[in-house]
């Protein structure tokens, strides 16, 4: 579908990235390639932290999962505003659905006009992946070479690929409740066992922490759990928690954040969502831009413990955004849209019902509406 030029190139201007073609995008850019790009855009956008208007998310929570909405904006002239619409129901995939669902846009902070709407499905977890990956490059020891990898669901490839294409990861110990999970794993990851990459299933999270150097969490259920206990601590270890990311879900023991340094993307939402939730509200951690901008240390020895309370946020969806806004007119793979009306008179908004209403005189009766009866939802 593409829309008509307009005399001001702005409305009906939006450019579109629906699924199927950001599957091809990232397919024919590579899924390394796309997760490197997004963290360089991360980096870059965290660095300038202060440039931007931020906010914890919103959320709706039900007895199923909870729908977000995550916003930023980029307070600099010709900035823009990005938002995100994700929900996170576990149950899902028993309905034929993804636990994760979500689609995003970027507006011109100026104007208001949306120029970019996608999915962020699949570019969710590229970004996650690569927000981990921006995280450890600073925090876990440059000399880790083991990763276990304990939930390996939806989110699992892209953070093995993040960590063995931008980290130099060659082990993976791998461990899931469900062993169909870790099979589906193991054959997504075949084709990079021939470039040294090496995956190990393993009968329980404590096998798969063994002897890690990097240990991810990437689990699904809306539980307050423990998968990593104190006792399963080694010296150096850096802990990447993605799957506690909301109220009433966490993946290590309070005890296991005693121990270690934690680090945190904005303190306000993960205060709330992270697994920091188990905490006092003065336990102490650093945002991770202060690192990346270099106001605060990342590791500062070879045997601290490091926790990256990862719960997701606006920027780097925002950072996801432009990136793949990018890759995507390189690659020719964007549409227009008619999201917003085009306007001879930009006051004159009925006008736009003109070629559709019937012919006859001013004040003339209209034809008798022949709309659908609407389905009302019970109170």
């Known amino acids: 579908m593409h829309a008509s030029p307009t005399r001001h190139g702005l409305a009906s201007d939006t450019e579109f990235l629906d699924a199927p073609r950001a599957a091809e995008l990232v397919g024919r850019t590579g899924v390394v390639a796309c997760i490197r790009a997004i963290a360089q855009a991360i980096e870059a956008d965290f660095i300038r932290w202060n440039d931007f208007d931020k906010t914890a998310r919103t959320a709706a929570h039900s007895a199923h999962g909870v729908i977000e909405l995550m916003p930023v904006a980029d307070t600099r002239p010709g900035g823009s505003y990005a938002f995100k619409y994700v929900n996170g129901h576990p149950s899902n995939p028993e309905r034929g659905l993804p636990t994760v669902m979500a689609f995003g846009a970027l507006a011109d902070v100026d104007t208001g006009l949306p120029v970019f709407l996608g999915e962020l499905t699949l570019t969710t977890a590229l970004r996650t992946a690569a927000a981990s990956a921006v995280a450890a490059r600073r925090l876990a020891r440059p000399d880790s070479r083991s990763m276990a990898l304990i939930g390996n669901g939806s989110q699992a490839e892209f953070q093995a690929l993040a960590f063995f294409g931008l980290l130099g990861v060659r082990e993976l110990r791998l461990y899931d409740t469900d062993p169909a999970a870790t099979r589906k794993l193991v054959r997504n990851l075949a084709p990079y066992l021939q470039q040294g990459l090496r995956c190990v299933p393993c009968a329980s999270a404590r096998e798969a922490v063994r002897g890690a150097g990097i240990v991810t969490t990437a689990t699904a259920d809306k539980t307050r759990a423990a998968i990593v206990l104190e006792d399963m601590l080694e010296p150096g270890m850096h802990l990447n928690a993605v799957g506690g990311d909301c109220p009433g879900k966490t993946e290590l023991a309070p005890e296991v954040l005693r121990a270690g ?76 849209i008619a999201l917003v009306p085009t306007l001879a008179d930009p006051k004159n908004l009925y006008a736009q019902l003109h070629p559709w209403l019937a012919p006859g005189p001013p004040g003339a009766a209209e034809p008798t509406p022949h709309a659908p009866a609407l389905q009302h939802e019970a109170a």
């Open 261 to 336: 340094t934690v680090f945190v993307e904005y303190e306000p939402q993960t205060r709330i969502e992270g697994e920091v939730q188990q905490m006092p509200a003065d336990f102490p951690v650093t945002e991770l831009w202060r690192v990346l901008a270099g106001a605060a240390p990342g590791r500062t020895s070879a045997a601290q413990v490091t926790v990256f309370d990862s719960v997701g946020f606006a920027l780097e969806d925002y950072a996801a955004l432009r990136t793949m806004r990018a890759l995507g007119q390189a690659a020719g793979l964007l549409e227009r």
